[in-house]
């Protein structure tokens, strides 16, 4: 017998929800792969290459995805029909850093998706707490927030690059956005994709919309690590030119989205907390859609047909 925990009650309901831990793994793993897959993203790894990054590739990506799997279905076993608390969430920490390991492992040593082990992490943790009817993203978002906001006490001293960039620039980074319940997400991400469809855009077009909404309001860590905040600036301004263009599925949306690419790619920077957050809404999305997998990219070599 499995419990859901909403984000307003600190009761345990019971249900028969079966407690589908390889399924929220299997679409975590396909959601990063989605992700790494959609092109052309500006500065990131995709298709076409590394992009910005001198050791990362689309076969390196995918090979992370894949080595972090089984991480992700701990994470989600130990979270079934419970709720947050100090202990699951030291838990999941724990998990989290042998994630960390099985991934420097598997891409000799190149940090391909740590944000994005917390991320998903936390919303996979969040899905397992909910039953089959509560499981929406708006539900899963508040539980994953409620998770974050225990301290991981046995966590290492260590000086993060999210750590450097908070201090120097004020951003939150990927806790603030989990303790914020993942707006970006929910209020941004989700919305633009099915915006997106729902205007006729094919899913490669409707990604790329995602990402680029997203880009352009989100204080981007990676961004602001490498390049400061005139490289954030840039990026942000840039993105949401292919947005108020109509989105990439239009002549003036591509060209800008070419624009933005080449200045990242010249400045040697890429959003990838933003490409973390692409996939947590294509884990949300696939589990409000109740699907068994996250469609493939199946947009490129072909144009960005559909345009408007």
């Given at each position: 017998?499995?419990?859901?925990?909403?984000?307003?009650?600190?009761?345990?309901?019971?249900?028969?929800?079966?407690?589908?831990?390889?399924?929220?793994?299997?679409?975590?793993?396909?959601?990063?792969?989605?992700?790494?897959?959609?092109?052309?993203?500006?500065?990131?790894?995709?298709?076409?290459g590394n992009g910005a990054h001198s050791d990362l590739s689309l076969n390196v990506m995918r090979r992370s995805a894949a080595a972090i799997e089984p991480c992700f279905r701990e994470m989600a076993s130990i979270s079934a029909g419970i709720r947050p608390t100090q202990e699951i969430r030291e838990q999941l920490a724990a998990i989290g850093r042998n994630a960390e390991r099985a991934m420097l492992k598997a891409t000799g040593g190149s940090n391909s998706h740590?944000?994005?082990?917390?991320?998903?992490?936390?919303?996979?943790?969040?899905?397992?707490?909910?039953?089959?009817?509560?499981?929406?993203?708006?539900?899963?978002?508040?539980?994953?927030?409620?998770?974050?906001?225990?301290?991981?006490?046995?966590?290492?001293?260590?000086?993060?690059?999210?750590?450097?960039?908070?201090?120097?620039?004020?951003?939150?980074?990927?806790?603030?956005?989990?303790?914020?319940?993942?707006?970006?997400?929910?209020?941004?991400?989700?919305?633009?994709?099915?915006?997106?469809?729902?205007?006729?855009?094919?899913?490669?077009?409707?990604?790329?919309?995602?990402?680029?909404?997203?880009?352009?309001?989100?204080?981007?860590?990676?961004?602001?690590?490498?390049?400061?905040?005139?490289?954030?600036?840039?990026?942000?301004?840039?993105?949401?030119?292919?947005?108020?263009?109509?989105?990439?599925?239009?002549?003036?949306?591509?060209?800008?989205?070419?624009?933005?690419?080449?200045?990242?790619?010249?400045?040697?920077?890429?959003?990838?907390?933003?490409?973390?957050?692409?996939?947590?809404?294509?884990?949300?999305?696939?589990?409000?859609?109740?699907?068994?997998?996250?469609?493939?990219?199946?947009?490129?070599?072909?144009?960005?047909?559909?345009?408007?």
């Amino acid at each position: 017998m499995m419990a859901h925990y909403s984000s307003n009650s600190a009761l345990r309901i019971p249900s028969y929800d079966p407690a589908p831990a390889p399924w929220l793994a299997s679409l975590a793993r396909q959601a990063l792969i989605a992700e790494a897959e959609l092109t052309p993203k500006p500065g990131l790894v995709d298709r076409r290459g590394n992009g910005a990054h001198s050791d990362l590739s689309l076969n390196v990506m995918r090979r992370s995805a894949a080595a972090i799997e089984p991480c992700f279905r701990e994470m989600a076993s130990i979270s079934a029909g419970i709720r947050p608390t100090q202990e699951i969430r030291e838990q999941l920490a724990a998990i989290g850093r042998n994630a960390e390991r099985a991934m420097l492992k598997a891409t000799g040593g190149s940090n391909s998706h740590k944000g994005a082990i917390w991320v998903l992490g936390l919303l996979l943790s969040a899905a397992a707490m909910q039953d089959d009817e509560n499981r929406t993203a708006s539900e899963i978002a508040a539980t994953a927030r409620a998770t974050a906001s225990f301290e991981d006490r046995a966590a290492p001293r260590l000086v993060s690059h999210g750590d450097i960039v908070s201090k120097r620039y004020g951003a939150s980074g990927a806790r603030g956005e989990a303790l914020q319940g993942f707006p970006h997400v929910v209020d941004i991400g989700l919305p633009a994709l099915r915006l997106s469809r729902t205007s006729g855009a094919t899913e490669q077009v409707a990604r790329l919309d995602c990402l680029l909404s997203i880009i352009a309001r989100l204080d981007d860590t990676c961004l602001l690590y490498r390049g400061g905040t005139g490289v954030l600036i840039t990026a942000k301004k840039n993105a949401l030119a292919v947005e108020k263009a109509g989105g990439v599925g239009t002549q003036i949306g591509r060209q800008r989205l070419t624009l933005l690419d080449r200045q990242l790619l010249n400045m040697r920077v890429s959003p990838g907390g933003s490409a973390d957050l692409l996939a947590a809404t294509l884990f949300l999305d696939a589990i409000e859609r109740k699907q068994t997998e996250v469609e493939a990219d199946k947009g490129w070599p072909e144009d960005l047909h559909g345009a408007n």
